[in-house]
């Protein structure tokens, strides 16, 4: 993966060659994935216990999603 940098912030990094930046970005875009991959488990309907027990109560799909 290649990213690019403003000017202005590689000319912040280079202040500082002890921190090694690419583990900086791996760590930051880790995070972000995982922090996606929360929200997408929250919004999935189909793991919230309340939707399933409707669902397996026989609840009309209209009912519990919007289409």
Request: positive net charge; charged residues 40%; proline residues 4%.
């Amino acid at each position: 993966m290649t990213i690019a940098i403003p000017k202005e912030v590689h000319a912040i990094m280079k202040k500082y060659p002890e921190i090694k930046w690419s583990q900086v970005a791996r760590g930051a875009v880790e995070e972000k994935a995982r922090y996606l991959e929360e929200i997408k488990k929250e919004k999935d309907p189909l793991r919230h216990a309340g939707y399933k027990k409707l669902a397996d109560e026989g609840e009309d799909a209209h009912k519990l999603f919007k289409f």
